[in-house]
């Protein structure tokens, strides 16, 4: 089993912040992932990273960044927080198994930007 | 391109009903398919999983067939408890291999006692 930890759980911040929300695991998982969850439950996969120094952008354009310099960290930023970033945040990494990947998650951040 | 669809929810059933929650998917490859589960204020769990046709994955009196030729992975359970209240989310990645997601839209279900 995996063990994927965000922090913080829920997160209420005003407008104009800087935040970073953090993601670790410690199963030595070369692939990691964030995603957004909005309130209609859809996720959307908003970067990814394939190992340490390796970030990309993933199908929904976000005003966040990520980075990757250790391989069981991978926080991501807001560097000014607007009330439309308000959503559930979460964080997986994934490994090899057989012929597949399977993604691991972690128990989400709320974050509430007012 | 790649996507999933998922029958429209909320759904709500009585302890021991029947449940089933439609998944229907396009890809462009040979995909492999899932069933994530998301409890209140908890992030994603793999459910059941299915790499190739015919497959059928089980897990906690769950279970799903990969159909190839209906493009389907629907969910279903005998007898669903209280406790299986939760979202659900059908996924695919669309060849072996591949490691992103692609997640339909969810289907919350409320089970009541």
């Known amino acids: 089993e995996a063990d994927i930890y965000q922090t913080p759980r829920y997160l209420v911040i005003g407008t104009g912040k800087k935040i970073t929300l953090e993601c670790s695991q410690t199963m030595g998982h070369d692939k990691m992932y964030w995603y957004q969850q909005d309130p209609g439950m859809e996720l959307h996969l908003i970067h990814y990273s394939y190992g340490v120094n390796s970030t990309e952008k993933g199908d929904l354009s976000s005003e966040s960044t990520v980075s990757r310099i250790r391989t069981e960290h991978f926080p991501l930023t807001l560097e000014s927080a607007r009330p439309s970033h308000t959503s559930q945040y979460l964080c997986?990494?994934?490994?090899?198994?057989?012929?597949?990947?399977?993604?691991?998650f972690g128990p989400g951040t709320r974050l509430t930007v007012t | 391109g790649n996507s999933v669809t998922q029958m429209e929810g909320p759904v709500t059933l009585s302890e021991e009903a029947f449940l089933t929650i439609n998944c229907t998917y396009t890809a462009t490859g040979y995909p492999s398919l899932f069933w994530y589960v998301q409890y209140p204020g908890e992030g994603l769990q793999l459910l059941l999983k299915a790499t190739k046709a015919d497959d059928k994955g089980s897990n906690k009196g769950f279970e799903a067939t990969y159909r190839k030729e209906t493009t389907s992975f629907h969910l279903e359970k005998g007898s669903v408890q209280v406790s299986d209240s939760a979202v659900y989310f059908c996924a695919l990645t669309p060849f072996q291999g591949a490691q992103k997601l692609v997640f339909g839209q969810g289907t919350r279900l409320t089970i009541n006692p």
């Open positions: 997986a990494s994934s490994e090899h198994r057989g012929d597949i990947y399977e993604q691991y």
